[in-house]
C-alpha cells in the first residue's frame, strides 16, 4: 500500500475538498494536494493534526507472523507468532462456516455464545488461513477458552508460545494511569469525550394538608375554656 495515499482516503471518506480540510487543518491546499500526490511527506505532528480535523488519528498495529505446519496424521495449520485484538462487535459476530471437523456442513456460530464461540475457534485453528484468523478471533478470548479447545497436540503445542507470551506474568498498579500515564488512552480505543448526568430536579414541595387544629394555646388549668365566636343573635345559621 502506498502509504501517500493515506491522507487522500481519510478525506474521502468524510466527503471534503482539499480546500475545506486544509481550513480545517491550518494549512494550505497546495501543501495538502502535495501531501496526498506523495510529493512532500509530512511529519508526524503535521499528519496527526491533519488526521484530527477528519475525527481520525494515527495509531500502531501489531504484525503477525505466521507459520504452516505439516505434522504427520493431521491437516496442516497455521500457528501465529503472538496474538492479538478483534474490538466488539466484530469478536462477537455471528459466522457461516462450515464444520469441517465434524463434516456437518455449512452452519451459523453466534460466538456471543460461549459454546459456539469454542467452537469457531476450533474450527478455525485447525482448518483456517491467517487471513480468516486475525479477524475472528480475538486474543484475550482466546487465553479464556484455551484450555477448553479441543486441539491436536502439535497444533497445541505450536500455538502455545504465542498464548505463554499473551499469559506472562504482569502487576500493574492500578491507580498509576493518574499521575504517569495518559487516563484518556488504551491500547485501541481513547476517550475522545464524556458527559456526565445532570443532577436530577429537586422533589416538589410536600403539600400541606389543612386541619382544624386551632393554633391558639390552651387555658392553664382551673382557668374557663377558650371563648368562642361572639354570639351574633342568629343561633348559628
Same mark, same amino acid.
Given at each position: 500500500?502506498? =502509504? ?8 474521502? &471518506?468524510?466527503?471534503?475538498?482539499? &480546500? ?30 491533519? %488526521? $484530527? $480535523? ?14 504452516? =505446519? =505439516? ?5 496442516? +495449520?497455521?500457528?501465529?507468532?503472538? %496474538?492479538? &485484538? ?5 469478536? +462477537? $459476530? ?10 456437518? *456442513? ?59 507470551? $499473551? ?16 487516563? +484518556? ?50 343561633? *348559628?345559621?
Amino acid at each position: 500500500m502506498d =502509504h501517500s495515499f493515506l491522507l487522500e482516503r481519510a478525506r474521502r &471518506a468524510r466527503g471534503l475538498t482539499q &480546500a475545506q480540510l486544509a481550513v480545517l487543518a491550518g494549512t494550505s491546499q497546495a501543501t495538502l494536494s502535495a501531501y496526498e500526490r506523495g510529493l512532500k511527506s509530512p511529519s508526524l505532528k503535521v499528519a496527526s493534526r491533519i %488526521l $484530527a $480535523a477528519l475525527d481520525q488519528e494515527l495509531t500502531l498495529r501489531t504484525h503477525v507472523d505466521w507459520v504452516e =505446519h =505439516h505434522p504427520k496424521g493431521i491437516v496442516k +495449520f497455521w500457528a501465529p507468532s503472538m %496474538l492479538w &485484538a478483534v474490538e466488539p462487535p466484530t469478536c +462477537f $459476530a455471528t459466522l457461516h462456516i462450515p464444520d469441517e471437523i465434524r463434516g456437518t *456442513g455449512m452452519r451459523s456460530w453466534n460466538m456471543r455464545d460461549r459454546d459456539e464461540r469454542r467452537g469457531v475457534y476450533e474450527q478455525l485453528i485447525r482448518r483456517g488461513l491467517p487471513q480468516q484468523m486475525i479477524r475472528w478471533i480475538d486474543g484475550g478470548l482466546l487465553v479464556d477458552l484455551w484450555d477448553e479447545l479441543d486441539l491436536p497436540d502439535p497444533v497445541r503445542d505450536a500455538w502455545a508460545p504465542a498464548i505463554q507470551l $499473551a499469559t506472562q506474568p504482569l502487576e500493574l498498579d492500578g491507580l498509576r494511569f493518574i499521575i504517569r500515564e495518559d487516563p +484518556f488512552v488504551a491500547p485501541n480505543a481513547y476517550v475522545r469525550d464524556y458527559r456526565s448526568l445532570p443532577k436530577p430536579p429537586p422533589p416538589p414541595p410536600r403539600r400541606q394538608r389543612r386541619t382544624r387544629f386551632d393554633p391558639r394555646p390552651l387555658p392553664p388549668t382551673g382557668q374557663s375554656p377558650r371563648p368562642g365566636p361572639p354570639d351574633d343573635g342568629t343561633g *348559628g345559621r
